[in-house]
């Protein structure tokens, strides 16, 4: 049954909403979800969970950053708003979407910040994005069409440009802003503020960090993803970024340039360098989460200062999970937990009670219902998620759902991730990478196997459950009307030839502060 403190809250003004939205931050760098590792502190995002609701399994359904973002505009999985992937998708603007409908209510509506679906965005008062992936320090943007320039770090002028579109809005109208964070995707640049913000620590190793694929197939042995292989110069900042102004470049050199002369003369080979470029993607990752989490504070601090916060719904999520090490990667796009996972915290002062934590199964599929019955907004029959409101509320229907359908596209492309799709229940996962040249199944007991290790298809102690599997997977594949085979407009060219790793223990520095990595 819902709580005292939703009663009467269906008689208040509809909320204003602030959708903050990171860019590939992992749940394991969130304080308030627990990691082992104690990775970082938090403080801002975690007073969210503190003062709302906590998610623990809200699951992506195809894990790449346009993707997410095109499910979490319209409801839709991507086979039906039709951006499959980051390397040939472009985002149909016409379509039925949460701005549109929200601002068709009454809703001052406003994104600043990463955008990422190559078309112009529609349903908006106000725009202010970055062009594609946009870049941490002096970020060109595009205001309303027009472009801009702006000086200093892109996750502080978000913040700023937010609060200041928050500050001259209409007061007698309800409010819907995206602030929509880059950080911390790759390449991974904290404020020059947070440089040497952990001390030199050497993080714990992730038991898998040294994983060798045995137990799975091909797929997962041919990725091109690894902390070994696949990091380059830049992404390690034996080079730095060629965007910095010279004030800049003077500070960010003095932290790095002696940590990399030290790391040059240790000649490090075999794990301890692995061991080496896992510390400085940890540090560098995190810095990026320190400045997320500061933006958060801030935004949180003018809700309670205006008086607004009372009745603004506040909520925090991530594009999609990320690897932190764990398997030996980073990045996301598999249908495994630490890519298919992503944090969820909402805060609903007088809905939602303070400090709750719901395990069922939710989705960014969810989030355009959820905000439109919070709005109270007719959510459109051809979305395709669940309003959240009754979870939020503390009730569960008794018909929520018990299974997830997940499918993943972009292949050939940026780390060579294959082509797969399944099903996600409580406890099982069933995964079929589908193409030719892979062509199997994998089965997963996450109560048994929580790091997913290793597959027991075929195993006849899992028969039972692997048929039951199948046929819910046929059901969602059914209902969900999803194509096949896959839609031409999915297919990608194959990849030209990659020239020939740099050994980061001799940078070329010449020639890599020209490059620039994958922006997957």
Known sequence: MAGP?????????????????????????????????????????????????????????????????????????????????????????????????????????????KWHLVTDPTGFDYWEILPGQGVYYNPPMIRNGQPVKHQGYV?????????????????????????????????WE???????????????????????????????????????????EIDLKLVPPRQ????????????????????RKANLQGRDLVCWKYNRYLHDYLGCIKAVDESVGRLLRFLDESGLAANTLVLYSSDQGFYLG?????????????????????????????????????????????LLEAAGVAVPGEMQGRSLVPLLKGHTPADWRKSFYYHYYEYPG????????????????????????????????????????????????YAEVQKELHAELARLRRELKVPDPDPPETAIRPAKAKPPKSKPAKPAKAKAAQARPTQS
């Open 326 to 370: 764990e398997h030996g990667w980073f990045d996301k796009r598999w249908i495994f937990e630490e890519s298919l996972r992503t944090p969820l915290l909402i805060r609903w002062p007088g809905v939602t009670a303070p400090g709750s934590v719901n395990r069922d199964l939710v989705s960014n599929l969810d989030f355009a219902e959820t």
């Open 155 to 187: 996750t502080d002028i978000i913040t700023e440009l937010s609060l200041a579109w928050l500050r001259q809005r209409d007061p007698n109208k309800p409010f819907f802003l995206m602030c929509h964070h880059k950080a911390p995707h790759r390449i």
């Open 244 to 263: 910095l102004t010279p004030e800049q470049l003077k500070v960010w050199n003095a932290y790095y340039e002696p940590r990399n002369e030290a790391f």
């Open 5 to 113: 403190w939703a009663r009467g809250a269906e008689a208040r003004r509809p909320p204003n909403i602030l959708f903050i939205f990171a860019d590939d931050h992992a749940y394991q760098a969130i304080s308030a979800y627990g990691d082992p590792r104690r990775l970082v502190e938090t403080p801002n995002i975690d007073r969210l969970a503190r003062e709302g609701m906590r998610f623990d399994r809200c699951l992506v359904p195809n894990s790449i950053c346009g993707p997410s973002r095109a499910t979490v505009l319209t409801g839709k999985y991507s086979h039906a708003n039709r951006f499959y992937n980051n390397t040939n998708s472009r985002f149909d603007g016409s379509q039925t979407t949460l701005p549109k409908l929200l601002r068709a209510a009454g809703y001052q509506t406003a994104i600043v910040g």
């Open 414 to 461: 940026p780390h060579d991730v294959a082509r797969h799709y399944g099903v996600v229940t409580a406890r099982y996962k069933l995964v079929y990478f589908y193409e030719p040249q892979f062509d199997y199944w994998e089965l997963f007991d996450l109560e048994k196997d929580p790091r997913e290790l290793t597959s027991v298809y075929g195993r006849p102690e």
């Open 190 to 232: 904290p404020a020059l503020r947070h440089l040497g913000h952990d001390g030199d620590r050497q993080y714990p190793l992730p038991e898998t960090l040294f994983d060798d694929y045995s137990g799975r197939g091909k797929a997962e042995r041919q990725q091109d993803m690894t902390i070994a292989r696949t990091m380059n």
